[in-house]
């Protein structure tokens, strides 16, 4: 008896089950019963069925039952042929012998079925399953495995020595985007290979459909715990699934959905503070929590709770927290463990709404801290009170004057810096350490997280204002899945930037699956930090570097860099530098090499990097810089400086307008002129003992502006329609510009008449490549640019321009503009473009869209009256018009 599917060679994957769902219900039986059965995983042939249902090519499979009936399946679908095993006591077939290739006659096929039939005559064997041999393609292996904290993983690699040996292979979390899994694929070191390095390229297209076609079938169907697709032959055209391996299992209860950073805010500024244990002996930490509190001028009311005092540092003292009359916002618990169960409880039972436990003992300390904490989350979930800690030091906000750590601390100016630590003693020295080069604005220690954890503060700064980069030391994440919910969501508005500890595994346990077996936890932290567009810092000096550039300077808009140096060899050092990390030298025009050959003495280098050996002088600096800022191809500056004579550096480079545009200085052995170097940063440029580090963090800035706007792009995009439209019968697609569009806006301007670039612009207009530059490389937080493009084969063109300009000036107005070509114009286009800006524009929160145009303009009035914009009057020869979104 034979079953199973055809065998098939370099197919295209067949089409998927046309229900809502990939698998049919037969074929999701298939998983249900083997879990009902107590089986931890599918035969291959159960596995290629399931795969094929999904719309996967895989090699396919014939079942047989017996030599004859093996000898018959094989000169049906032609030599050569392979032979596996099937049996359920039967996961790893290769290693234990039950996989034969390459089978080229009956003879052959006949030896074959005998040996296995006796190396597994002692196992329950069902059958030997025929494929027809796979062409040689690329091989590849696509696998899924499941994280404790994140859950699935879907991983990528090429096969063979590049799994086993080099480890080359990117993991994702899923469910995963296009654009997740083109990542994928390029993330990898033999990326180049499947482009076609020494051979033909591979169908990437293809490729990616498979990668989202496994996360939607492991998103549907959760009893798939692992998978692995090994080996996976990637070809010109198509791909096929050689072997296939599920695992299965009862899926786990999916998470109890976290409380979050909702109402967080009374937390971060609350208007009233009780400290249980608060002290005036100094020494204690209850001295120096209140006392912090008091010298830092917190603005709210104060609570000492102390049943000994009438008054700590002349503040009424309540024995109890019951005992205070007013409604009290945080109470922070610093008595030892034992007390602290009864003084959190009476902080419930008074309606305290968020408790601070810097107290130890806990879950940190035994079986006996343990069980208390354990007592305390029951009290909380009970009350619906939110705790931080315990075992923590609190959180600072120098915008609200407040610091509760156990540690005494001076002076700290407001700043723009939230920083998230688990250990309250690292928090604590970080601050005291960098606090004349960087100012924080809130700091919160999560010490054991019982409750409110690293991503409900995350959630939370990243909505404050006062905050503009999020800094993050983390020993571990729990509830993988939310982190990186909230974190994507967070890197849109802000750099968040994460040191993980970890890196190193002691050891690994036995695992069934490929994958499981690649996916360790740091590939795994890895993956979710590059998801969610968080930057990884190898250390802390890495850390700190990144902070004081994301936190005081602007991110490049470009990744041309104008190096200034006073010795060629750092002038080279940070040029390799900068070509690892994705930047390059600014080609500047021969009108600004002319101008910095007439600033530099003769035996200056003029070119890029710019040497001006050790004549260099601050007014030197000041003249090249800016020229550098005038020119479109620089984007951002490295200055490497004498280290002795910094100090007079410092207010000719504050007087400079740098345009938007980064620096980053260099002073080499930085640590014995850290007077001058603390007045540097105190100015607003980080300072770097090394070029190469300067240009590395230069990279990392310019990368994650460019992987933000795309984000951002994307966001805007998904508002867009997808349907094709008909105009004047020529399909139109509607989509945002990209800088990739530099050809077919240029095209697009030349075909416009003198008199419609005129009535757009105002006056004379051409393409030029600046303007083309300008237009194309469109900052999304600040305009979206809608294009109607039109395609004829393999011909695009475009139609018409539309434009929202953020208006600075008046919150929540955009500007608008239009431009149709000529041929194109009275055939609705200008209506159509109109339209869907008017639903991006409430899309992205837009109350106001305010247009101006000349009198004479009068298709551009008529399409802004039909579109419901109002008449607001005459200026001159223009026309004011404006549209309410509210």
Same mark, same amino acid.
């Given at each position: 008896?034979?079953?199973?599917?055809?065998?098939?060679?370099?197919?295209?994957?067949?089409?998927?089950?046309?229900?809502?769902?990939?698998?049919?219900?037969?074929?999701?039986?298939?998983?249900?019963?083997?879990?009902?059965?107590?089986?931890?995983?599918?035969?291959?042939?159960?596995?290629?069925?399931?795969?094929?249902?999904?719309?996967?090519?895989?090699?396919?499979?014939?079942?047989?039952?017996?030599?004859?009936?093996?000898?018959?399946?094989?000169?049906?679908?032609?030599?050569?042929?392979?032979?596996?095993?099937?049996?359920?006591?039967?996961?790893?077939?290769?290693?234990?012998?039950?996989?034969?290739?390459?089978?080229?006659?009956?003879?052959?096929? =006949?030896?074959?079925?005998?040996?296995?039939?006796?190396?597994?005559?002692?196992?329950?064997?069902?059958?030997?399953?025929?494929?027809?041999?796979?062409?040689?393609?690329?091989?590849?292996?696509?696998?899924?495995?499941?994280?404790?904290?994140?859950?699935?993983?879907?991983?990528?690699?090429?096969?063979?020595?590049?799994?086993?040996?080099?480890?080359?292979?990117?993991? =994702?979390?899923?469910?995963?985007?296009?654009?997740?899994?083109?990542?994928?694929?390029?993330?990898?070191?033999?990326?180049?290979?499947?482009?076609?390095?020494?051979?033909?390229?591979?169908?990437?297209?293809?490729?990616?459909?498979?990668?989202?076609?496994?996360?939607?079938?492991?998103?549907?169907?959760?009893?798939?715990?692992?998978?692995?697709?090994?080996?996976?032959?990637?070809?010109?055209?198509?791909?096929?699934?050689?072997?296939?391996?599920?695992?299965?299992?009862?899926?786990?209860?999916?998470?109890?959905?976290?409380?979050?950073?909702?109402?967080?805010?009374?937390?971060?500024?609350?208007?009233?503070?009780?400290?249980?244990?608060?002290?005036?002996?100094?020494?204690?930490?209850?001295?120096?929590?209140?006392?912090?509190?008091?010298?830092?001028?917190?603005?709210?009311?104060?609570?000492?709770?102390?049943?000994?005092?009438?008054?700590?540092?002349?503040?009424?003292?309540?024995?109890?927290? =019951?005992?205070?009359?007013?409604?009290?916002?945080?109470?922070?618990?610093?008595?030892?463990?034992?007390?602290?169960?009864?003084?959190?409880?009476?902080?419930?039972?008074?309606?305290?709404?968020?408790?601070?436990?810097?107290?130890?003992?806990?879950?940190?300390?035994?079986?006996?801290?343990?069980?208390?904490?354990?007592?305390?989350?029951?009290?909380?979930?009970?009350?619906?009170?939110?705790?931080?800690?315990?075992?923590?030091?609190?959180?600072?906000?120098?915008?609200?004057?407040?610091?509760?750590?156990?540690?005494?601390?001076?002076?700290?100016?407001?700043?723009?810096?939230?920083?998230?630590?688990?250990?309250?003693?690292?928090?604590?020295?970080?601050?005291?350490?960098?606090?004349?080069?960087?100012?924080?604005?809130?700091?919160?220690?999560?010490?054991?997280?019982?409750?409110?954890?690293?991503?409900?503060?995350?959630?939370?700064?990243?909505?404050?204002?006062?905050?503009?980069?999020?800094?993050?030391?983390?020993?571990?994440?729990?509830?993988?899945?939310?982190?990186?919910?909230?974190?994507?969501?967070?890197?849109?508005?802000?750099?968040?930037?994460?040191?993980?500890?970890?890196?190193?595994?002691?050891?690994?346990?036995?695992?069934?699956?490929?994958?499981?077996?690649?996916?360790?936890?740091?590939?795994?932290?890895?993956?979710?930090?590059?998801?969610?567009?968080?930057?990884?810092?190898?250390?802390?000096?890495?850390?700190?570097?990144?902070?004081?550039?994301?936190?005081?300077?602007?991110?490049?808009?470009?990744?041309?860099?104008?190096?200034?140096?006073?010795?060629?060899?750092?002038?080279?050092?940070?040029?390799?530098?900068?070509?690892?990390?994705?930047?390059?030298?600014?080609?500047?025009?021969?009108?600004?090499?002319?101008?910095?050959?007439?600033?530099?003495?003769?035996?200056?280098?003029?070119?890029?990097?710019?040497?001006?050996?050790?004549?260099?002088?601050?007014?030197?600096?000041?003249?090249?810089?800016?020229?550098?800022?005038?020119?479109?191809?620089?984007?951002?500056?490295?200055?490497?400086?004498?280290?002795?004579?910094?100090?007079?550096?410092?207010?000719?480079?504050?007087?400079?307008?740098?345009?938007?545009?980064?620096?980053?200085?260099?002073?080499?052995?930085?640590?014995?002129?850290?007077?001058?170097?603390?007045?540097?940063?105190?100015?607003?440029?980080?300072?770097?003992?090394?070029?190469?580090?300067?240009?590395?963090?230069?990279?990392?800035?310019?990368?994650?502006?460019?992987?933000?706007?795309?984000?951002?792009?994307?966001?805007?995009?998904?508002?867009?329609?997808?349907?094709?439209?008909?105009?004047?019968?020529?399909?139109?697609?509607?989509?945002?510009?990209?800088?990739?569009?530099?050809?077919?806006?240029?095209?697009?301007?030349?075909?416009?008449?003198?008199?419609?670039?005129?009535?757009?612009?105002?006056?004379?207009?051409?393409?030029?490549?600046?303007?083309?530059?300008?237009?194309?490389?469109?900052?999304?937080?600040?305009?979206?640019?809608?294009?109607?493009?039109?395609?004829?084969?393999?011909?695009?063109?475009?139609?018409?321009?539309?434009?929202?300009?953020?208006?600075?000036?008046?919150?929540?107005?955009?500007?608008?503009?239009?431009?149709?070509?000529?041929?194109?114009?009275?055939?609705?286009?200008?209506?159509?473009?109109?339209?869907?800006?008017?639903?991006?524009?409430?899309?992205?929160?837009?109350?106001?869209? =305010?247009?101006?145009?000349?009198?004479?303009?009068?298709?551009?009035?008529?399409?802004?009256?039909?579109?419901?914009?109002?008449?607001?009057?005459?200026?001159?020869?223009?026309?004011?018009?404006?549209?309410?979104?509210?």
């Amino acid at each position: 008896m034979t079953r199973g599917s055809s065998t098939s060679q370099r197919q295209k994957a067949p089409a998927a089950n046309p229900g809502g769902k990939l698998l049919s219900e037969e074929l999701a039986e298939i998983i249900h019963q083997a879990v009902r059965d107590n089986r931890s995983y599918l035969m291959e042939h159960e596995s290629k069925e399931i795969l094929e249902g999904a719309g996967i090519a895989t090699t396919g499979y014939l079942v047989a039952r017996s030599e004859d009936e093996a000898l018959a399946l094989c000169e049906k679908i032609g030599f050569p042929v392979v032979m596996k095993i099937v049996s359920p006591d039967v996961v790893h077939k290769s290693d234990a012998g039950g996989v034969r290739l390459n089978l080229q006659s009956a003879d052959e096929v =006949r030896k074959a079925y005998r040996g296995m039939m006796d190396t597994f005559k002692y196992q329950h064997i069902e059958g030997i399953t025929i494929q027809r041999m796979a062409a040689p393609g690329i091989e590849a292996i696509i696998g899924v495995t499941r994280d404790p904290s994140f859950g699935p993983l879907i991983m990528f690699g090429l096969g063979g020595v590049f799994v086993e040996v080099l480890r080359d292979v990117s993991f =994702r979390i899923l469910p995963i985007t296009e654009k997740d899994a083109a990542e994928m694929i390029e993330e990898i070191r033999g990326s180049d290979i499947l482009k076609g390095y020494r051979g033909r390229p591979v169908d990437l297209q293809s490729l990616q459909q498979l990668l989202l076609k496994i996360s939607r079938l492991i998103e549907e169907n959760p009893e798939i715990h692992e998978l692995d697709l090994n080996p996976l032959f990637l070809y010109s055209e198509g791909y096929i699934a050689v072997d296939a391996r599920m695992f299965v299992r009862e899926p786990a209860h999916t998470e109890t959905t976290a409380t979050g950073a909702k109402n967080l805010h009374d937390f971060f500024y609350p208007k009233s503070i009780a400290v249980i244990g608060a002290s005036d002996v100094k020494g204690k930490l209850g001295y120096n929590v209140f006392c912090n509190l008091v010298s830092h001028g917190y603005p709210g009311k104060l609570y000492p709770i102390n049943p000994g005092k009438e008054t700590v540092m002349g503040v009424r003292a309540y024995k109890s927290i =019951r005992d205070v009359p007013d409604p009290v916002d945080l109470a922070i618990v610093i008595v030892p463990a034992k007390a602290a169960e009864a003084a959190i409880e009476d902080c419930c039972t008074k309606g305290v709404r968020f408790v601070v436990v810097e107290a130890a003992g806990f879950a940190e300390s035994g079986k006996e801290g343990k069980e208390a904490q354990a007592r305390i989350e029951a009290v909380i979930r009970k009350h619906g009170c939110r705790v931080l800690g315990p075992n923590c030091s609190g959180v600072i906000n120098t915008h609200h004057n407040m610091v509760q750590s156990i540690g005494l601390l001076g002076d700290l100016k407001k700043g723009n810096v939230g920083m998230v630590a688990q250990a309250g003693v690292y928090a604590a020295g970080i601050l005291t350490g960098l606090s004349n080069v960087l100012d924080f604005g809130i700091v919160a220690t999560i010490g054991n997280k019982m409750d409110i954890n690293e991503t409900d503060i995350l959630e939370y700064l990243s909505d404050d204002d006062h905050i503009s980069v999020i800094v993050m030391y983390m020993e571990d994440i729990r509830s993988g899945k939310r982190f990186v919910d909230v974190a994507s969501r967070a890197a849109l508005r802000k750099p968040v930037i994460v040191l993980k500890s970890g890196r190193t595994e002691a050891g690994k346990k036995a695992v069934s699956s490929h994958t499981a077996s690649l996916a360790g936890d740091d590939e795994v932290n890895n993956a979710a930090f590059r998801q969610s567009g968080v930057i990884r810092a190898r250390d802390n000096e890495h850390l700190f570097a990144l902070t004081r550039a994301f936190s005081k300077q602007p991110i490049p808009k470009g990744n041309g860099v104008m190096v200034i140096t006073y010795t060629g060899s750092l002038g080279v050092a940070a040029t390799d530098m900068l070509y690892l990390s994705g930047m390059r030298l600014a080609e500047l025009e021969p009108y600004f090499q002319q101008r910095l050959k007439n600033a530099l003495p003769d035996y200056a280098s003029v070119g890029n990097p710019i040497d001006c050996s050790f004549s260099m002088t601050p007014e030197q600096v000041k003249k090249l810089i800016e020229i550098g800022v005038e020119s479109n191809d620089v984007q951002s500056f490295i200055v490497v400086i004498q280290g002795e004579i910094l100090g007079s550096f410092v207010d000719v480079m504050k007087s400079i307008d740098y345009k938007d545009k980064p620096v980053a200085c260099v002073v080499a052995c930085k640590e014995f002129m850290i007077h001058d170097v603390v007045k540097m940063e105190q100015a607003g440029f980080p300072v770097y003992s090394t070029a190469e580090m300067a240009a590395e963090v230069l990279g990392q800035m310019y990368a994650y502006g460019v992987r933000r706007q795309s984000a951002m792009t994307d966001s805007i995009a998904r508002h867009l329609t997808k349907d094709t439209l008909s105009v004047d019968n020529m399909p139109v697609r509607l989509r945002l510009i990209n800088p990739k569009d530099i050809g077919l806006w240029t095209d697009f301007v030349n075909s416009c008449s003198p008199k419609s670039l005129w009535l757009r612009f105002l006056s004379p207009f051409s393409a030029t490549p600046e303007r083309a530059q300008r237009f194309c490389n469109v900052n999304p937080e600040d305009e979206v640019a809608l294009v109607a493009e039109a395609r004829t084969g393999d011909q695009h063109k475009f139609l018409g321009i539309a434009r929202l300009i953020k208006n600075k000036r008046r919150e929540g107005e955009a500007e608008y503009a239009i431009i149709i070509s000529d041929p194109w114009q009275n055939k609705s286009l200008g209506i159509t473009l109109s339209e869907q800006c008017i639903e991006l524009a409430k899309k992205e929160g837009y109350k106001t869209i =305010r247009a101006e145009t000349l009198q004479e303009n009068y298709a551009m009035i008529r399409i802004f009256r039909r579109c419901a914009f109002n008449f607001d009057g005459k200026d001159e020869n223009m026309v004011s018009m404006t549209l309410n979104l509210s």
